[in-house]
């Protein structure tokens, strides 16, 4: 039996761009729907995924983790999530997998930069062990609010913590100690924020 069809919303510059994210998340997200799992984001999205193992290997190997290639590689991982969600909305093909797929390759992304970081110093690590203790805890935590049927929403304290952090580990790759530094900070307190909204969001939903 085929599906009805769901309708879309009109696409202007601020909605391609992610800057207008008001109203209700795609139907096609939602707990219960199918999964979709070949479509033009989520091959983007796998590509991200694929990209993360390499970048590891690339900087790990290297002598002081600086190298060009290290940050060309986590950059084109990162600006992958920006383009996955303009892939979404120009196609309209949205799907549970894209929905569980983008924040768990966003969480190992940063994970894998912050051992990086960590291996070769380029940024404090006492920072950087607060972040991956974070990242980990939503990784553990998320898979107990989904086995439970219920929603993660993404508060703005969590989409905009991503940018800083994630420039943080590529200023960092580059050898730019001090600018990384000051973007992780920043980045980590607007994640610890956004934290303490998601247990708060996720307590009705778990308890019913």
């Known amino acids: 039996m085929d599906e009805p069809p769901v309708a879309r919303r009109r696409l202007t510059f601020r909605r391609l761009t992610g800057l207008d994210r008001s109203g209700p998340p795609p139907a096609q997200t939602l707990s ?3 999964w979709h799992v070949w479509t033009v984001p989520n091959a983007i ?9 390499i970048f590891l290997v690339v900087v790990l190997t290297s002598d002081t983790g600086t190298g060009p290639l290290g ?16 892939a979404a909305r120009v196609t309209g093909q949205y ?7 983008d924040p768990i390759v966003d969480r190992l992304l940063i994970i894998a930069g912050v051992v990086a970081c960590w291996y ?8 950087l062990g607060i972040l991956v203790a974070r990242e980990l805890f939503m990784l553990v935590a998320g898979r107990i609010v989904l086995s439970r049927g219920a929603e993660i929403r993404i508060n703005w304290w969590g ?8 420039s943080a580990i590529f200023f960092g790759l580059c050898g730019l100690r001090d600018l990384g530094a000051i973007l992780l900070y920043i980045g980590v307190a607007m994640a610890l924020v956004a934290t303490v909204f998601y247990i708060r969001d996720a307590r009705p939903s778990t308890s019913a």
């Open 95 to 101: 799907s549970r997998f894209g929905a569980l797929l």
């Open 45 to 53: 999205g796998l590509l991200r995924l694929a990209l993360v193992p």
């Open 71 to 86: 940050p060309i590689l986590f950059a084109l991982a990162a600006w992958g999530d920006y383009a996955d969600g303009i």
């Open 159 to 166: 989409r905009w913590a991503v940018w800083p952090v994630m």
């Open 32 to 34: 219960g729907a199918p």
């Open 120 to 127: 070769h110093d380029l940024l404090p690590r006492w920072a």
